[in-house]
């Protein structure tokens, strides 16, 4: 089928961006002599990658973590692509008013992603309320956990629960400090917005590669990474507390995060393939 495709529409390079059914295609290219590659955007490869990087030409890197899984001559480290919008931030005060916020005090951004996001939402919860007033939340609980993040922050002054958020560009000019799991999507537009962040990995990713993640934007200065086993309410708050009343510690890990950015991904994944 790989094969037909290619072949009806002229195909000249084929691109795979991980997971199993990357293969056959990427694999049906090498046999029609077309030019390969594949892109990963996590620290610890996927093992569909590290076993298809055989067929490609070219191995494109969200990380450079991830440099030594593959053959020197394939690797280029590209970054991951993120979305144009985030390219032009509105005003933070302008955008913390949009979320029904005040203006001069600071936002912790929290999402979970899709997977795992019940015990995070609660911990934060239970840490806004340790931490009580001065520090605002702009909490993406998830469409699933959105009822019950509302009903255990109750009527909260400056806890803004989303179970979805439409307008993250908005949403990241408001913050001041991420937690979050540690995607390697999520990750580059963190890296991308100099947004110093928590991670709690999730722990039930394959291999353990929100971990890896994790822990390469925590030796660069980025972050701070809390296993979710590791996790508790004090301790949280605490964590929060102190990167949020330190205005040098943020402005050093504001700092880091910027310097793992690759701001023309999209460009530079582009122009290789155009090389091909």
């Given amino acids: 089928q790989s094969r037909k495709i290619f072949k009806n529409r002229r195909v000249e390079v084929v691109l795979g961006m991980g997971g199993f059914t990357s293969l056959p295609p ?4 090498k046999k029609m002599g077309l030019s390969t590659a594949l892109h990963d955007s996590n620290a610890l490869p996927g093992k569909a990658n590290r076993l298809g990087a055989r067929w490609c030409n070219r191995v494109l ?3 450079d973590a991830a440099r030594g899984y593959f053959e020197s001559g394939k690797v280029e480290v590209t970054g991951t692509p993120i979305r144009s919008e985030f390219g032009q931030l509105p005003d933070s005060r302008e955008a913390k008013v949009r979320f029904g916020l005040k203006p001069d005090q600071p936002v912790v951004l929290c999402f979970g992603g ?3 996001a019940k015990a995070l939402n609660t911990l934060v919860v ?3 309320d340790f931490l009580g007033e001065g520090v605002q939340w702009l909490h993406v609980a998830g469409r699933q956990d959105e009822e019950r993040v509302r009903e255990l922050v109750g009527g909260r002054e400056g806890h803004m629960v989303l179970g979805f958020c439409d307008d993250m560009p908005a949403a990241y000019a408001a913050t001041t ?3 979050s799991r540690s995607g390697g999507a999520s990750l580059s537009e963190l890296a991308s917005l100099g947004l110093p962040s928590i991670l ?3 722990p039930h990713a394959a291999d353990d590669h929100q971990t890896f993640n994790a822990r390469c934007f925590e030796e660069a200065g980025a972050s701070v990474l809390i296993p979710e086993s590791h996790l508790n309410v004090s301790d949280l708050a605490g964590l929060v507390g102190e990167i949020l009343g330190d205005p040098a510690k943020l402005k050093i890990m504001n700092q880091a995060a910027g310097a793992l950015a690759v701001m023309d991904s999209a460009e530079r994944i582009c122009d290789t393939l ?3």
């Fill in 200 to 202: 709690v990995p999730y």
């Fill in 61 to 63: 890197l969200g990380l």
């Fill in 126 to 128: 239970e840490a806004a």
């Fill in 114 to 116: 899709s997977q795992g």
């Fill in 177 to 179: 400090l991420v937690i």
């Fill in 274 to 276: 155009e090389e091909l």
């Fill in 26 to 29: 990427i694999y049906a290219a």
